[in-house]
Protein backbone atom coordinates (compact mmCIF):
# COMPACT_ATOMS: atom_id res chain seq x y z
CA UNK A 1 0.00 0.00 0.00
CA UNK A 2 1.35 3.41 -1.04
CA UNK A 3 2.52 5.97 1.96
CA UNK A 4 0.00 8.53 0.87
CA UNK A 5 -3.25 5.54 1.18
CA UNK A 6 -1.76 4.43 4.41
CA UNK A 7 -1.40 7.99 5.90
CA UNK A 8 -5.28 8.69 4.78
CA UNK A 9 -6.28 5.46 6.89
CA UNK A 10 -4.60 5.96 9.40
CA UNK A 11 -5.06 9.72 9.84
CA UNK A 12 -8.51 10.26 8.12
CA UNK A 13 -10.75 7.99 10.13
CA UNK A 14 -13.80 10.46 10.30
CA UNK A 15 -15.04 13.43 8.43
CA UNK A 16 -13.62 16.19 10.60
CA UNK A 17 -10.11 14.27 10.39
CA UNK A 18 -9.77 14.13 6.54
CA UNK A 19 -11.57 18.05 6.34
CA UNK A 20 -9.02 19.14 8.55
CA UNK A 21 -6.17 17.59 6.00
CA UNK A 22 -7.66 18.48 2.86
CA UNK A 23 -7.72 21.99 4.12
CA UNK A 24 -4.19 21.91 4.54
CA UNK A 25 -3.46 20.16 1.30
CA UNK A 26 -5.28 22.26 -0.46
CA UNK A 27 -2.73 25.41 -0.15
CA UNK A 28 -1.88 26.41 -3.12
CA UNK A 29 1.98 26.92 -1.85
CA UNK A 30 2.95 23.76 -2.26
CA UNK A 31 2.27 24.04 -5.74
CA UNK A 32 5.80 26.30 -5.31
CA UNK A 33 7.83 23.15 -4.26
CA UNK A 34 9.99 21.29 -6.95
CA UNK A 35 9.68 17.71 -8.26
CA UNK A 36 13.31 17.05 -6.67
CA UNK A 37 12.02 18.36 -3.64
CA UNK A 38 9.10 16.23 -3.80
CA UNK A 39 10.93 13.09 -4.59
CA UNK A 40 13.73 13.55 -1.78
CA UNK A 41 10.16 14.01 0.73
CA UNK A 42 9.30 10.41 -0.92
CA UNK A 43 11.98 8.99 -0.50
CA UNK A 44 12.70 10.31 3.36
CA UNK A 45 8.94 9.08 4.38
CA UNK A 46 9.66 5.45 2.59
CA UNK A 47 12.77 5.20 4.59
CA UNK A 48 11.49 5.67 8.29
CA UNK A 49 9.35 3.11 8.24
CA UNK A 50 8.44 4.20 11.57
CA UNK A 51 6.38 7.42 10.60
CA UNK A 52 4.31 5.75 8.19
CA UNK A 53 2.77 3.62 10.36
CA UNK A 54 2.24 6.30 13.52
CA UNK A 55 0.30 9.41 14.01
CA UNK A 56 1.95 12.75 12.92
CA UNK A 57 4.17 14.12 16.08
CA UNK A 58 6.02 16.96 14.79
CA UNK A 59 5.51 19.86 11.79
CA UNK A 60 8.12 18.76 10.21
CA UNK A 61 6.93 15.36 9.60
CA UNK A 62 3.15 17.01 8.67
CA UNK A 63 4.94 19.23 5.98
CA UNK A 64 6.73 15.99 4.19
CA UNK A 65 3.38 14.15 4.46
CA UNK A 66 1.39 17.07 3.10
CA UNK A 67 3.19 17.88 0.37
CA UNK A 68 2.93 14.15 -0.47
CA UNK A 69 -0.66 13.86 -0.75
CA UNK A 70 -0.99 17.27 -2.37
CA UNK A 71 1.82 15.94 -5.32
CA UNK A 72 2.08 12.16 -5.87
CA UNK A 73 -0.60 9.77 -7.30
CA UNK A 74 -1.00 6.74 -5.01
CA UNK A 75 -1.32 3.86 -7.81
CA UNK A 76 1.49 4.92 -9.82
CA UNK A 77 4.13 7.01 -7.49
CA UNK A 78 4.39 9.81 -10.14
CA UNK A 79 4.43 13.33 -9.39
CA UNK A 80 1.13 14.88 -10.71
CA UNK A 81 1.40 17.75 -13.25
CA UNK A 82 1.16 21.00 -11.44
CA UNK A 83 -2.06 22.22 -13.19
CA UNK A 84 -3.84 19.31 -11.81
CA UNK A 85 -2.83 18.87 -8.63
CA UNK A 86 -5.70 19.18 -5.83
CA UNK A 87 -4.04 22.61 -4.45
CA UNK A 88 -4.12 23.96 -8.31
CA UNK A 89 -8.43 23.03 -8.05
CA UNK A 90 -9.24 26.10 -6.58
CA UNK A 91 -7.24 28.62 -8.24
CA UNK A 92 -8.21 27.39 -11.67
CA UNK A 93 -11.96 26.15 -11.32
CA UNK A 94 -13.10 29.71 -9.19
CA UNK A 95 -12.52 32.41 -12.24
CA UNK A 96 -14.12 29.60 -14.60
CA UNK A 97 -16.89 29.39 -11.89
CA UNK A 98 -17.36 32.95 -11.98
CA UNK A 99 -17.44 33.83 -15.58
CA UNK A 100 -20.06 30.96 -16.28
CA UNK A 101 -22.36 32.21 -13.78
CA UNK A 102 -22.49 35.65 -14.93
CA UNK A 103 -23.02 34.49 -18.89
CA UNK A 104 -26.38 36.00 -20.64
CA UNK A 105 -25.80 34.61 -23.83
CA UNK A 106 -25.65 30.35 -25.01
CA UNK A 107 -22.73 31.03 -26.97
CA UNK A 108 -20.93 32.14 -24.49
CA UNK A 109 -22.32 29.94 -21.87
CA UNK A 110 -21.59 27.27 -24.32
CA UNK A 111 -17.90 28.25 -24.60
CA UNK A 112 -16.85 28.31 -20.94
CA UNK A 113 -18.66 26.15 -19.75
CA UNK A 114 -17.28 23.74 -22.25
CA UNK A 115 -13.56 25.14 -20.83
CA UNK A 116 -14.87 24.33 -17.49
CA UNK A 117 -15.70 20.53 -17.53
CA UNK A 118 -12.48 20.33 -20.06
CA UNK A 119 -10.53 21.16 -17.21
CA UNK A 120 -12.56 19.46 -14.52
CA UNK A 121 -12.85 16.19 -16.63
CA UNK A 122 -8.87 16.37 -16.97
CA UNK A 123 -8.56 16.66 -13.37
CA UNK A 124 -10.61 13.30 -12.65
CA UNK A 125 -9.16 11.49 -15.32
CA UNK A 126 -5.38 12.31 -13.89
CA UNK A 127 -6.20 11.98 -10.10
CA UNK A 128 -8.60 8.88 -10.24
CA UNK A 129 -7.28 5.27 -9.57
CA UNK A 130 -4.29 4.21 -11.59
CA UNK A 131 -5.08 0.48 -11.37
CA UNK A 132 -7.34 -0.03 -14.73
CA UNK A 133 -5.39 -2.01 -17.45
CA UNK A 134 -6.68 -3.61 -20.76
CA UNK A 135 -5.10 -5.03 -23.55
CA UNK A 136 -7.24 -4.95 -26.53
CA UNK A 137 -7.00 -1.14 -26.57
CA UNK A 138 -5.32 2.24 -25.44
CA UNK A 139 -6.65 2.64 -22.33
CA UNK A 140 -5.78 6.37 -22.11
CA UNK A 141 -6.83 7.00 -25.58
CA UNK A 142 -10.52 5.47 -24.36
CA UNK A 143 -10.88 7.84 -21.11
CA UNK A 144 -9.41 11.10 -23.40
CA UNK A 145 -12.39 9.89 -26.30
CA UNK A 146 -14.87 9.63 -23.75
CA UNK A 147 -14.10 13.26 -21.73
CA UNK A 148 -14.04 14.96 -24.68
CA UNK A 149 -17.79 13.34 -25.75
CA UNK A 150 -18.90 14.08 -21.80
CA UNK A 151 -17.19 17.74 -21.58
CA UNK A 152 -19.24 18.30 -25.44
CA UNK A 153 -22.38 16.94 -23.78
CA UNK A 154 -22.20 18.70 -20.37
CA UNK A 155 -21.39 22.16 -22.58
CA UNK A 156 -24.50 21.69 -24.31
CA UNK A 157 -26.29 20.66 -21.84
CA UNK A 158 -25.41 23.74 -19.61
CA UNK A 159 -26.28 26.18 -22.59
CA UNK A 160 -29.72 24.38 -23.36
CA UNK A 161 -32.09 26.85 -21.16
CA UNK A 162 -30.45 29.97 -22.44
CA UNK A 163 -30.73 29.05 -26.00
CA UNK A 164 -34.58 28.11 -25.21
CA UNK A 165 -35.17 31.06 -23.86
CA UNK A 166 -33.11 33.61 -26.62
CA UNK A 167 -34.86 31.38 -29.20
CA UNK A 168 -38.17 31.47 -28.07
CA UNK A 169 -38.07 35.17 -26.60
CA UNK A 170 -38.98 34.09 -23.19
CA UNK A 171 -38.24 37.15 -20.84
CA UNK A 172 -41.05 37.09 -18.27
CA UNK A 173 -39.54 37.19 -14.25
CA UNK A 174 -40.38 33.65 -13.58
CA UNK A 175 -38.48 32.27 -16.97
CA UNK A 176 -35.71 34.60 -15.98
CA UNK A 177 -35.58 33.20 -12.76
CA UNK A 178 -35.88 29.87 -13.07
CA UNK A 179 -33.07 29.98 -16.01
CA UNK A 180 -30.56 32.22 -14.73
CA UNK A 181 -30.81 31.41 -11.14
CA UNK A 182 -32.30 28.07 -10.32
CA UNK A 183 -31.45 25.60 -12.97
CA UNK A 184 -27.86 26.09 -13.23
CA UNK A 185 -27.30 24.57 -9.97
CA UNK A 186 -28.57 21.17 -10.70
CA UNK A 187 -27.45 21.21 -14.07
CA UNK A 188 -24.12 21.86 -13.22
CA UNK A 189 -23.96 19.32 -10.27
CA UNK A 190 -25.51 16.81 -12.46
CA UNK A 191 -23.14 17.28 -15.08
CA UNK A 192 -19.96 17.26 -13.20
CA UNK A 193 -21.39 13.59 -11.74
CA UNK A 194 -21.67 12.60 -15.50
CA UNK A 195 -18.59 13.57 -15.93
CA UNK A 196 -16.51 11.74 -13.45
CA UNK A 197 -18.65 8.99 -13.98
CA UNK A 198 -17.96 8.57 -17.85
CA UNK A 199 -14.07 9.38 -18.04
CA UNK A 200 -13.33 6.72 -15.07
CA UNK A 201 -16.04 4.31 -16.46
CA UNK A 202 -12.89 2.13 -17.25
CA UNK A 203 -12.46 1.88 -13.47
CA UNK A 204 -16.09 -0.38 -13.16
CA UNK A 205 -15.43 -1.75 -16.61
CA UNK A 206 -12.17 -3.35 -15.69
CA UNK A 207 -11.63 -3.32 -12.16
CA UNK A 208 -9.70 -1.48 -9.80
CA UNK A 209 -6.80 -3.21 -7.05
CA UNK A 210 -8.18 -4.31 -3.85
CA UNK A 211 -5.88 -4.55 -0.44
CA UNK A 212 -5.91 -6.56 2.48
CA UNK A 213 -5.19 -4.34 5.96
CA UNK A 214 -1.50 -5.17 5.37
CA UNK A 215 -1.46 -3.25 2.22
CA UNK A 216 -1.26 -6.65 0.22
CA UNK A 217 -3.46 -7.08 -3.07
CA UNK A 218 -5.67 -9.24 -3.24
CA UNK A 219 -7.49 -8.75 -6.33
CA UNK A 220 -9.27 -6.16 -8.80
CA UNK A 221 -12.69 -5.47 -8.08
CA UNK A 222 -15.41 -4.30 -10.49
CA UNK A 223 -17.38 -3.89 -7.73
CA UNK A 224 -15.09 -1.67 -5.36
CA UNK A 225 -14.24 0.26 -8.83
CA UNK A 226 -17.94 1.22 -8.99
CA UNK A 227 -18.24 2.40 -5.37
CA UNK A 228 -15.09 4.69 -6.00
CA UNK A 229 -16.92 6.15 -8.91
CA UNK A 230 -19.85 6.82 -7.95
CA UNK A 231 -18.48 8.16 -4.52
CA UNK A 232 -16.36 10.57 -6.28
CA UNK A 233 -19.13 11.89 -8.72
CA UNK A 234 -21.48 12.33 -5.96
CA UNK A 235 -19.13 14.72 -4.22
CA UNK A 236 -18.16 16.26 -7.51
CA UNK A 237 -22.23 17.05 -7.59
CA UNK A 238 -22.66 18.04 -4.12
CA UNK A 239 -19.18 20.88 -4.67
CA UNK A 240 -20.67 22.52 -8.06
CA UNK A 241 -24.22 22.23 -7.18
CA UNK A 242 -23.81 24.25 -3.79
CA UNK A 243 -21.38 26.33 -5.33
CA UNK A 244 -23.95 27.53 -8.21
CA UNK A 245 -26.71 27.58 -5.65
CA UNK A 246 -25.71 28.82 -2.42
CA UNK A 247 -23.83 32.12 -4.02
CA UNK A 248 -27.35 32.44 -5.79
CA UNK A 249 -28.76 32.29 -2.26
CA UNK A 250 -26.79 34.48 -0.16
CA UNK A 251 -27.24 37.15 -2.97
CA UNK A 252 -30.69 37.25 -2.98
CA UNK A 253 -30.81 38.03 0.83
CA UNK A 254 -27.94 40.68 0.79
CA UNK A 255 -30.36 42.46 -1.73
CA UNK A 256 -33.14 42.13 0.19
CA UNK A 257 -31.44 43.04 3.39
CA UNK A 258 -30.02 46.22 1.16
CA UNK A 259 -26.49 45.57 2.81
CA UNK A 260 -25.30 46.31 0.03
CA UNK A 261 -26.34 49.80 -1.52
CA UNK A 262 -24.54 50.20 -4.02
CA UNK A 263 -25.52 48.69 -6.98
CA UNK A 264 -21.95 48.89 -8.36
CA UNK A 265 -20.59 46.58 -5.44
CA UNK A 266 -22.68 43.95 -6.20
CA UNK A 267 -20.51 42.49 -8.87
CA UNK A 268 -17.66 42.45 -6.40
CA UNK A 269 -19.72 41.32 -3.53
CA UNK A 270 -21.05 37.68 -5.69
CA UNK A 271 -17.64 37.36 -6.74
CA UNK A 272 -16.04 37.49 -2.92
CA UNK A 273 -18.88 34.96 -2.13
CA UNK A 274 -19.21 32.83 -4.99
CA UNK A 275 -14.83 32.59 -3.63
CA UNK A 276 -16.12 31.95 -0.28
CA UNK A 277 -18.45 29.12 -0.77
CA UNK A 278 -15.87 27.37 -3.27
CA UNK A 279 -13.33 27.63 -0.60
CA UNK A 280 -15.31 26.07 2.04
CA UNK A 281 -17.12 23.56 -0.17
CA UNK A 282 -14.26 22.00 -1.92
CA UNK A 283 -12.70 20.45 1.65
CA UNK A 284 -16.08 19.25 2.18
CA UNK A 285 -16.46 17.46 -0.47
CA UNK A 286 -13.51 15.79 -0.84
CA UNK A 287 -13.83 14.88 2.81
CA UNK A 288 -16.93 13.05 2.08
CA UNK A 289 -15.59 9.77 1.80
CA UNK A 290 -12.29 8.30 2.83
CA UNK A 291 -9.99 8.68 0.25
CA UNK A 292 -8.36 5.08 1.30
CA UNK A 293 -11.98 3.60 0.79
CA UNK A 294 -12.74 0.26 2.47
CA UNK A 295 -15.48 -2.48 1.57
CA UNK A 296 -16.40 -5.54 2.91
CA UNK A 297 -16.13 -8.75 2.32
CA UNK A 298 -20.21 -9.48 1.24
CA UNK A 299 -19.39 -6.72 -1.41
CA UNK A 300 -16.76 -8.17 -3.39
CA UNK A 301 -16.49 -10.82 -6.16
CA UNK A 302 -16.35 -14.56 -4.99
CA UNK A 303 -13.29 -15.22 -7.00
CA UNK A 304 -11.46 -12.51 -5.02
CA UNK A 305 -13.00 -13.85 -1.58
CA UNK A 306 -11.35 -17.51 -2.06
CA UNK A 307 -8.07 -16.73 -1.96
CA UNK A 308 -8.23 -14.66 1.45
CA UNK A 309 -10.05 -14.76 4.79
CA UNK A 310 -9.88 -11.30 5.18
CA UNK A 311 -12.98 -9.37 6.10
CA UNK A 312 -12.38 -5.65 5.02
CA UNK A 313 -10.82 -4.87 1.87
CA UNK A 314 -9.04 -1.00 0.74
CA UNK A 315 -8.30 0.77 -2.13
CA UNK A 316 -7.76 3.98 -3.71
CA UNK A 317 -10.79 6.34 -4.45
CA UNK A 318 -9.34 8.93 -6.25
CA UNK A 319 -10.42 12.68 -6.74
Not at 18 to 25: G, P, Q, T
Not at 95 to 121: D, E, G, K, M
Not at 166 to 175: D, P
Amino acid sequence: MDINLRFWRTEGQSFFQRFLLWADVLDPLLLLNSSNEIKRTRLLIQLNEKTQSEPLQNDETKQAFLLSLSSVHPDTDKIIPVLFRPPAFMPITLPLVIVSSVQRHAPHSFFWQFVFHTYTTAFSLVNGNGTPKAAEYSLQQKQIFLGLGATSYSAVVGALPLIFMNRYTLKSSLTQLVVRKLLPAPLLGLTSAFNVAMVRSPEFDNGIEVMDRNGNVIGVSKKAGEKAVMETALSRAVLFGTTFFLPEVLMYCVQRARLVKNPRALGPARMFVIMSVLAGMLPVSFSMFPQCGEIKRADLEPEILSSTEETEFFYNRGI
